[in-house]
């Protein structure tokens, strides 16, 4: 789902979906993810958001076109 976006570094996920709140969870402790720790660790998730922002800007902002080929054979 494009919608949905996640990140893990350690024991530690973040979870972003809709666009909606960012979400923080230490599967060490809640392996359920029940208890979102945004608010409380708000170093963390920096941490994390900036993680997920630099890997996201390895790649185009554009979908790419799968079906646009030079190739009319593919």
Known sequence: CQDMKAV???PWKL???HNGAPELYHLG???SEKRNL?????????ELLD???KWES???KQPVNR?????PDL
Do not use: K, M, T, Y
């Not at 079906?67 to 190739?71: E, K, M, V």
């Open 8 to 10: 893990r570094q350690g």
């Open 15 to 17: 979870v972003i979906e």
């Open 29 to 31: 402790n809640d392996l």
């Open 38 to 46: 945004a608010d409380s660790e708000a170093q963390r998730l920096r």
């Open 51 to 53: 993680a997920l922002a």
């Open 58 to 60: 390895q790649f185009p």
């Open 67 to 71: 079906r646009a080929s030079p190739n």
